[in-house]
């Protein structure tokens, strides 16, 4: 299997900041990259599709990049509600793979 | 607007089979991959497998000799069956839609159903 390994697991920042979450995957998945945030007890909601498209209807306060490996999602002005987690999925070989996720919280 | 929504036992006691059905509106059933996602609380989210209406299915190894995946066209309905459950197996389950364009992501999620395995 791909292992996705996001690192660090929590994250500090105030509103207004902008934030860069990282992912790397254990062998490269070309652009076969999705970002999704997940507010406690919420359902995960897809930001970003296959590296860096934004999904419709997500905030444009919302980016991402990579490929290969490595892969960042970022956050340019935080708002209050995207406190969450966020998780990348691979979906570059079966059985698709997600990161434990980093969790994004109020400093 | 598609809606998927989860249901099923909230209980499953050890060794038996967990049986899930997720139900699909606002989008035809034959025209996309549906897939089942499973998250333990507090932990992070593990692809149980994808099915297409040609029954075509894809697993994850981790599961596969114990999970099944199925669909009924006539009622927009797909579903999970999982056997010889244990309390690992306790989760929150979604089910989702991939498209089939090769762009492979999942959207929407259902709400999820909590399945707990205990005597």
């Known amino acids: 299997d791909i292992q996705m390994t996001q690192s660090p697991s929590s994250l500090s920042a105030s509103v207004g900041d902008r934030v860069t979450i990282p992912c790397r995957a254990s062998?490269?998945?070309?652009?076969?990259l999705n970002w999704y945030q997940q507010t406690p007890g919420k359902v995960p909601k897809l930001l970003i599709y296959?590296?860096?498209n934004l999904q419709s209807g997500v905030p444009s306060r919302f980016s991402a990049s990579g490929s290969g490996t490595d892969f960042t999602l970022i956050i340019s002005s935080l708002q209050p509600e995207d406190f969450a987690t966020y998780y990348c999925?691979?979906?570059?070989?079966?059985?698709?793979?997600f990161g434990q996720g980093t969790k994004l919280e109020i400093k | 607007q598609v809606q998927l929504h989860e249901s099923g036992p909230g209980l499953v006691k050890p060794s038996e089979t967990l049986s899930l059905t997720c139900n699909v509106s606002g989008a035809s059933i034959s025209s996309f991959y549906w897939s089942w996602i499973r998250q333990p609380a507090g932990k992070g989210m593990e692809w149980i497998g994808r099915l297409y209406v040609s029954g075509s299915a894809n697993y994850n190894p981790s599961l596969e000799s114990r999970v099944t995946l199925s669909l009924d066209t006539s009622k927009s309905q797909f579903f999970l069956k999982l056997t010889s459950v244990t309390a690992a197996d306790t989760a929150v389950y979604y089910c989702?839609?991939?498209?089939?364009?090769?762009?492979?992501?999942?959207?929407?999620w259902g709400p999820g159903t909590l399945v707990s395995v205990s005597s």
């Open positions: 989702a839609r991939e498209p089939l364009d090769g762009i492979a992501y999942l959207d929407p």
């Open positions: 999925q691979q979906t570059y070989r079966i059985p698709y793979t």
């Open positions: 062998q490269t998945i070309s652009t076969y």
């Open positions: 296959a590296s860096s």
